[in-house]
């Protein structure tokens, strides 16, 4: 009896998280609305790879998705674009290489500039020693 109960609750939090995801994509499908779940691709190209792996794709949608990348494995640069749902044209531009994933965009946040004390604060620590004594100009070659 102890394992029925444990087996019906088990179902019943099975039930609970199946359930949860079906409503997550119902919502998702009226969101998204009918355009976009039947769209079609217009254009696919794809240059395959030579021999030291360099290769380009890009690929156009009937719903406005523009999508462009070239690349090696160890770089990849490419840009997508889009229109957003409430119309507004969206681009992004990326580099992906040993030094991590850089987008640009126009609708992705932009820090507040760094503040003029920051910046002085820094060239005082840079310029000056622990004790506070200027630091003595050091000579690159």
Do not use: C
């Amino acid at each position: 009896m102890r394992y029925f109960l444990i087996g019906l609750v088990f179902l019943a939090l099975v039930w609970v998280e199946v359930d949860a995801r079906l409503v997550r994509v119902r919502r998702i499908r009226r969101l998204v609305g009918g355009d976009e779940r039947d769209a079609q691709i217009t254009d696919f190209r794809v240059s395959p790879s030579d021999d030291e792996g360099v290769f380009k794709y890009a690929f156009k949608t009937s719903n406005g998705i523009d999508v462009q990348a070239a690349g090696s494995p160890l770089e990849t640069i490419g840009i997508y674009s889009y229109t957003s749902p409430e119309g507004v044209a969206i681009e992004t531009r990326y580099i992906a290489d040993e030094l991590g994933f850089h987008v640009v965009g126009r609708h992705l946040p932009q820090p507040p500039p760094t503040p003029d004390y920051i910046l002085r604060s820094l060239e005082y620590i840079r310029t000056h020693t622990e004790d506070g004594k200027l630091k003595k100009p050091q000579l690159v070659f």
